[in-house]
């Protein structure tokens, strides 16, 4: 839990509080706590069985392994067993009600208004009104205990100056279903989103099968496989195909996007992705499937390739990937990971009429070049390259398509080496075309020598370490990429006005090979596969070492 | 956009014009080897279609890889011609999305019991409207002559020279156990037994729920299983020419 006055970028990088409710949790999470941190114990849970069972042999409250902290020693069961008595529940009910009392004591602590929290029980447990009691008491026992204690140190944190409007709290899982939900009612297309249960991904499936009333269909397949192929025969049906996945199911759709390639129809590819290669660590966060995305299939495969860079941006970076996948008719890729899924934060509400309109022109009348029957269905718009797209139940229009290369315009199928490379190169023209806004920089004194870029979650602890680096003197650029392929037009002129370009990303470096590449620029990697967060600490040291390199400090 | 599942081709719009075979082939040059059984499949196809009296339109037709993939190309309906074994994948995306299509699945026994096994059993006993049909020549002719997941053991290939040892897989049995609605099978060469496996079963057949669906009916699945067995052949050297005719096509209908 983060609280700021400010728009908050990460969750922290530690904790300011721990409460260890019993010698284990002391154990496993002390590693975590900087020396500057209160800890709260339940003192009643440190006994000589609980110790021995955590692997103490001495008591860490009395040997001086807390020395450095500030400790408070609350008698959390006996107190929280005392407070919730006349709620009427069981000995072993009513001390499950310690979670309780230790959130009222921190609510004290941070001055946070209770009433919302009482509420949240009371709606919780409604269906058994003692244990709603009884969680209340807890509640208020712990925001009484803090009160007349005064022992403890109260912060005041003041409310953030947001625009004004609805907020909710929100996944990045959620924001991305919300923005395929808003995709589907702005194109005004059904949605099939097709899935496999994987991790981190499944909550996208979740979410999305509580909305049918929009118009979405989902299909719980039987493999990534079929998941992203009934996917992409919705959209030959006039649907808009999604999927969802992590790494090891996007390496098993490859075969299937680039029929999506060949075929050239609407897909979105939704890659959470996490620890890899192979099954990797399923539950922690990673970025390094951009190359897997970007290059991951045979032949010559562009695709288009976008990344949110916080759970709330998960919204409107889902409507982008639509919108691209819809106008250009081509599958697109969304690289979220573990960070941005399950992490969460303030969402305000958009307008359903201010996002963009992302409504298709499907073919209707015959488009051969003759005028007079049939369909072409390679023939192209000229600006954006978008294929015309004519769908099933439309008389006087079928037609077949498959995996086999076309002859551009007719569709017929070519063996032509003239016009298999003329189709390769077309096919990379179109997703080169693709219109992307250029990528803003964040410079505020105009003076800066280091740009730091990032793409996807890296976007909160990179702002988070800059405008730390500003607060003490420094100066420093940040820019942030949502669009990987294609890359903002403006982006190399960007990265030649920089004395250095360094680049955070939770991989080996993948963004920097590929912009190397791209543009002849040295870029400086700074690289972490943890399987965590950078965190803010981490890259404000990268970033200040960058910094005063080029001006010794 | 509202039909069911279980609503069969009774969602699909029906026309008000009498179609013929010839509205149903494609202008698309047919090239199967001379004295392939997917002529007639195809012939008969072409010939069945225009009496289920289904808007043209409304018909997808859908295949993965194969000689028998071929097939969507030679019709004109709406069509895709997908990746191995994977077509009842985009196929349960079409039906699903769009209850106003008659899909049809067309496969072969590489394509449908090898790679793309997983999908068949799936597609089957998830039951969404489509129609497979799986053509079983019991060799992979399109990549000249392997043996497939129904070729005889001791079937001599060319990545088989001393004989095949895995024993085959009956497509019947398999369509049975995934507990298809319809499992028909038929041979090529006989017209009239393959035009009777591709029509719907009478509406009456079935409990209300599947009117119009196609329901199992224990009189097909035991003529096709047994009296229209033909003895396989002993080798299958040489891809599909005229001599290794072993083509059974065995329509598994699921819708």
């Given amino acids: 839990m983060h609280i700021a006055d400010h728009d908050i970028l990460t969750p922290g990088d530690h904790p300011d509080v721990l409460v260890a409710m019993n010698p284990a949790a002391l154990r496993a999470n002390l590693g975590d706590v900087p020396a500057t941190a209160t800890i709260i114990v339940d003192v009643d849970e440190f006994t000589g069985r609980n110790l021995a069972r955590a692997g103490y042999t001495s008591d860490p409250l009395t040997d001086g392994t807390l020395a450095a902290h500030e400790v408070h020693e609350v008698a959390m069961t006996s107190l929280t067993r005392g407070a919730v008595a006349e709620a009427g529940l069981g000995k072993k009910g009513a001390e499950r009600c310690r979670n309780m009392f230790a959130l009222g004591l921190l609510f004290f602590m941070y001055g946070r208004a209770a009433e919302l929290t009482e509420t949240f029980l009371r709606a919780k447990f409604a269906e058994d009104r003692g244990v709603a009691d009884a969680n209340v008491l807890a509640f208020r026992a712990g925001w009484n205990y803090g009160e007349t204690t005064e022992a403890f140190a109260t912060v005041r944190v003041a409310p953030a100056v947001l625009p004004s409007g609805t907020y909710r709290q929100i996944t990045g899982n959620t924001a991305l279903a919300y923005g395929l939900v808003a995709a589907g009612e702005r194109a005004q297309l059904p949605v099939l989103f097709g899935a496999y249960p994987i991790t981190p991904a499944s909550d996208v499936l979740h979410e999305l099968t509580k909305h049918k009333n929009f118009g979405v269909l989902t299909v719980q397949a039987e493999d990534e496989i079929a998941a992203v192929g009934a996917a992409l025969g919705a959209s030959f049906a006039g649907a808009l195909g999604i999927t969802a996945t992590s790494g090891p199911g996007l390496a098993l759709k490859a075969e299937t996007i680039g029929l999506g390639v060949m075929t050239e129809l609407p897909l979105v590819v939704i890659d959470v992705q996490r620890g890899g290669p192979s099954t990797g660590l399923p539950t922690k966060t990673e970025q390094a499937d951009l190359l897997q995305a970007l290059h991951g299939r045979n032949g010559e495969s562009p695709v288009p390739v976008v990344a949110p860079r916080s759970p709330a941006d998960c919204f409107d970076t889902a409507l982008e990937a639509a919108r691209i996948a819809l106008a250009y008719r081509t599958p697109v890729l969304l690289l979220s990971d573990g960070a941005i899924a399950n992490g969460s934060e303030p969402w305000l509400l958009p307008e359903i009429e201010e996002l963009p309109d992302l409504r298709v022109a499907f073919a209707t009348t015959p488009n051969t070049p003759d005028g007079s029957t049939g369909f072409w269905p390679y023939r192209r718009d000229p600006e954006t390259l978008a294929r015309d797209w004519a769908v099933p139940g439309t008389p006087g229009l079928a037609h077949r398509i498959g995996g086999l290369e076309k002859t551009d315009g007719s569709g017929e199928i070519s063996y032509d080496a003239a016009n298999h490379d003329h189709m390769v190169r077309l096919r990379r023209r179109k997703v080169d075309g693709i219109t992307v806004p250029d990528v803003a920089v964040d410079d505020p004194d105009d003076r800066a020598d280091v740009l730091v870029l990032g793409w996807g979650s890296t976007y909160g602890p990179i702002g988070a370490a800059c405008r730390r680096i500003r607060r003490a003197g420094g100066s420093v650029a940040q820019a942030h990429l949502r669009h990987l392929n294609p890359l903002p037009a403006n982006l190399g002129e960007v990265l030649a006005r920089y004395h250095r370009v360094v680049l955070p990303e939770m991989n080996l470096g993948q963004l920097a090979s590929v912009l190397r590449a791209r543009y002849l620029t040295d870029i400086r990697s700074v690289t972490k596969v943890a399987g965590m967060p950078f965190t803010v600490e981490e890259l404000q040291a990268a970033i200040t070492t960058s910094i005063e390199e080029i001006v010794p400090a | ?255």
Avoid at chain 2, 131 to 160: C, D, M
């Fill in chain 2, 1 to 255: 956009m509202t039909a069911t599942m279980s609503d069969g081709i009774g969602s699909v719009p029906r026309s008000t014009v009498v179609a013929t075979a010839g509205d149903y082939k494609s202008d698309q040059e047919v090239r199967w080897c001379p004295g392939c059984g997917d002529y007639i499949v195809l012939n008969t196809v072409q010939a069945f279609l225009p009496t289920l009296g289904l808007r043209r339109e409304n018909l997808v037709f859908v295949s993965g890889i194969g000689c028998s993939s071929r097939f969507p190309y030679y019709l004109d309906t709406y069509g895709m011609h997908s990746i191995h074994g994977r077509a009842p994948t985009i196929a349960t995306g079409m039906a699903v999305a769009r209850p106003d299509l008659s899909v049809w699945v067309v496969t072969g026994d590489g394509d449908a019991l090898s790679i793309g096994g997983n999908h068949l059993i799936h597609a089957l006993r998830r039951n969404v409207n489509l129609t497979i049909l799986l053509f079983n020549n019991r060799v992979y002719g399109l990549t000249k002559g392997q043996y497939s997941p129904t070729s005889t053991a001791g079937t001599i290939t060319k990545s088989t020279p001393m004989g095949s040892v895995d024993a085959p897989l009956d497509p019947v049995s398999l369509a049975l156990g995934a507990e298809a609605t319809f499992v028909g099978r038929a041979l090529d060469s006989d017209r009239a037994g393959l035009t009777e496996v591709l029509a719907p079963p009478p509406a009456t057949a079935g409990p209300p729920w599947s009117r119009s669906t196609r329901t199992a009916r224990s009189s097909t699945l035991v003529r096709s299983t047994t009296s229209r067995r033909r003895t396989p052949p002993r080798t299958a050297s040489s891809g599909c020419g005229p001599g290794n005719r072993s083509g059974s096509a065995a329509p598994t209908s699921s819708a």
